[in-house]
Nanobody, 113 residues
Framework: QKRLVESGGGLVQPGGSLKLSCVASGIDFRVYNINWYRQSPGKQREMVAT???????DYVDSAKGRFTISRDNAKNTAYLQMNNLKLEDTAVYYC???????WGQGTEVTVSS
């Protein structure tokens, strides 16, 4: 069964860090580009970061310098390391593989003092 499962969300203070994980199953993970999206209440889902099959990464401007996307093909896992978190980073974060039409269930990140 093809699926994505995110984990690692939680409550963190401003300036703190979290590392999200996305574990894939049922696919040849290494050939796919992987996206991390987020959706805040009342807002549209936005793409935060992308890592291509060759390891090249790209980020939305608000994430540059703070977030790092990575992948471990041997573990079928993608990661999103988030540092210096801000209140506006509060959202549900989703892992996505567009060419496999896969979304995870999301993991909630709350940044609050």
């Amino acid at each position: 069964q093809k699926r994505l499962v995110e984990s690692g969300g939680g409550l963190v203070q401003p300036g703190g860090s979290l590392k999200l994980s996305c574990v894939a199953s049922g696919i040849d993970f290494r050939v796919y580009n992987i996206n991390w999206y987020r959706q805040s209440p009342g807002k549209q889902r936005e793409m935060v970061a992308t890592i291509f099959f060759n390891g090249v990464a790209d980020y939305v401007d608000s994430a540059k310098g703070r977030f790092t996307i990575s992948r471990d093909n041997a573990k079928n896992t993608a990661y999103l390391q988030m540092n210096n978190l801000k209140l506006e980073d509060t959202a549900v974060y989703y892992c996505n593989i567009p060419t496999a039409s896969l979304w995870g269930q999301g993991t909630e990140v709350t940044v609050s003092s």
